[in-house]
């Protein structure tokens, strides 16, 4: 965007209450803030943010949400729970002109803002292509339901792409294969769109390995890697890598440019 990065002091209060300053002046510019929501403490600085910037004159504020918190309680499933997802979208929505995300995992979200213009950046060409660099000739979804970003992904590689099918053989074994492809020899990718507790991708990456996959990556555009998920993960998978969405000791890939795109759009 060739924009100027604003000094923002942000700190915690001995009570861990959040304090947030903009040190610049935004009178008449056209702001973009940029902040993942998750975990909660950030929402909070993201709400603080807003209304900070609210304090300028701006010509108009684009909140930019990378790794959008709560996308996966987009459901009430018992009365008298919340639809968290979307009583975060009302909430951002309240201060901003426009807003952007990033391959948000109930899509469905987008539409709970009402008023603004707000879009769903995807990070399946920065993916692809990195993916590509590191020779990886097989891309796999972990269920038929992502199947469409594992082709997408596959898509911009120029290589195969298939999805993984599970089946009970009893009450305490089930196994994944590839529905369609042989991987041995080969040089896999499991690609998902979230990686939190991994669980998935680990029986996944177990399963490819005794099919003789030669090579196994777990690639994600949002790596929240609950608990113990990386030390899991890299015992079984030969390398793990995710987007700056939310930066970890796997982020290897960047999303700036696509969010950019949707900025330009």
């Known amino acids: ?7 923002v002091e942000v700190k915690r209060f001995p009570d861990d209450e959040c304090y947030v300053r903009v040190d610049e002046d ?9 902040q993942t ?3 909660d403490r950030n929402i909070i600085e993201l709400f603080l943010l807003q209304d900070a910037i609210r304090e300028f004159e701006v010509s108009s504020l684009t909140t930019v949400v990378p790794y959008f918190g709560y996308a996966r309680q987009d459901k009430q499933f018992k ?5 968290s997802a979307r009583a975060i979208a009302r909430l951002i929505q309240e201060q901003t002109d426009a807003f952007i995300t990033v391959d948000i995992h109930a899509p469905s979200v987008i539409d709970w803002f009402e008023g603004v213009s707000a879009k769903n950046a995807h990070a399946y060409p920065e993916i692809g292509k990195f ?3 590191k020779g990886v000739q097989v891309v796999l979804s972990p269920d038929e339901g992502r199947w469409d970003n594992a082709k997408r ?6 290589c195969e792409a298939d999805f993984l099918v599970k089946e009970r053989i009893d009450g305490e074994t089930v196994t994944m294969t590839p529905k369609s492809l042989d991987v041995k020899g080969k040089k896999v990718a499991i690609v998902d769109d979230i990686i939190s507790t991994g669980g998935t991708i680990v029986k996944a990456a177990e399963q490819l390995r005794k099919h003789g996959a030669s090579h196994i990556v777990a690639a994600c555009t949002h790596g929240v890697f609950a608990k113990d998920a990386v030390t899991r993960l890299t015992a079984c998978c030969d390398d793990i890598y995710s987007t700056d969405t939310i930066e970890n000791s796997t982020t290897a890939i960047s999303v700036a ?8 759009d």
Do not use: H
Request: aromatic share 4%; net charge positive; charged share 25%.
């Open 1 to 7: 965007l060739k924009a100027k990065l604003a000094k």
């Open 26 to 34: 935004l009178d008449s510019e056209e702001v973009f803030l940029v």
């Open 37 to 39: 929501a998750w975990p």
């Open 79 to 83: 009365p008298g729970e919340p639809i």
């Open 131 to 133: 993916l590509k660099k």
């Open 153 to 158: 992904i596959a898509d911009v590689m120029n």
């Open 257 to 264: 440019p696509q969010i950019a795109r949707a900025a330009m």
